[in-house]
């Protein structure tokens, strides 16, 4: 089994997106109204190419991503993308020996545009999303939310993806994705209500695909949320449980703007789990609501013997 970083392209946000500053509406607004940029960051996707077929998580970015609706603030004033047809996800993995017939199933995290750019590629692939998501993300609502559901392919009809399997580890609901269940999704609320993170179980270590459950593992390890999600419980206690699960055993933390996933999915650098940031999740009534209950911290997951990893190169 390998797994591939796909680059789709560069984006720039606001520094105040990475790091939410403030609470509330306070922190909601910062990044319409800061004027400090991030630099540019990586669009991700990654490709696991498991003996079931190949498995994409999130699509990336699309070269119609430099062309926003102009009458939403957010795509006005907020966000940046740098990218050409060709380093879409589509021809980036045409370019690694990997065609569209490959690839079985895409799982998105989420429906940002960011995430779902480059669906039009893989139209024969079967496509997993979660109903919440689907739902928040649909029609004129979701066009107001931020979405843009009207560049959807016409032929876009996903599956909903329900996490129906229990707890796993530390997160509340899951759902395996393989007959031999070495890649399972998880719930990671926050970044959006029902946003949703991939984890591939890599023999004695797991490589956690997060979308934008943080925009760094930096952020991820010091509890920083960021300044667009939904729920500051939520996304903290998703933050808490992350931690949790590589405390309890060596994982490959992936974000999809980090600069360093690739580096790390390259080396295979676990992410580092002092003592002190190895705290037990959801200590609270409201980030254990957050998860949805309280969460199991035994570490019974059993890891899977017998693969790799292998990253694309970063372009």
Known sequence: ?????????RVQIKASQIVGRGHGLKRRLAPLIDAEWSAWLPTLAYAIEHRDGVILVDTGASAASKRLPRWHPYFRLSVRFDIEPEQEAGPQLRAIG????????VVLTHLHIDHDGGLAAFRKSEILVSPGELAIASGIAGRIRGYLPQRWPKTFDPKPLALAD????????SRRLTADGAIVAVA??????DHLSVIVEDGDRAIFIAGDASYSEATMLTGQIDGVSDAEAAALATLGAIRAFAASRSTIYLPTHDPESANRLAAR???PTPASRA?????TPSSRAALGSSPSDDGTIKLRRGCSSFPDRFP
Do not use: E
């Open 269 to 271: 650098r676990a992410t």
């Open 98 to 105: 990997i065609g569209a017939a490959d690839v079985k199933r």
């Open 166 to 173: 229990g707890p796993y580890g530390p997160f509340a609901r």
């Open 1 to 9: 089994m390998r797994v591939h970083a796909i680059q789709t392209g």
């Open 279 to 283: 705290r037990p999740v959801a200590t």
């Open 188 to 193: 990671t609320p926050g970044h959006t209500r």
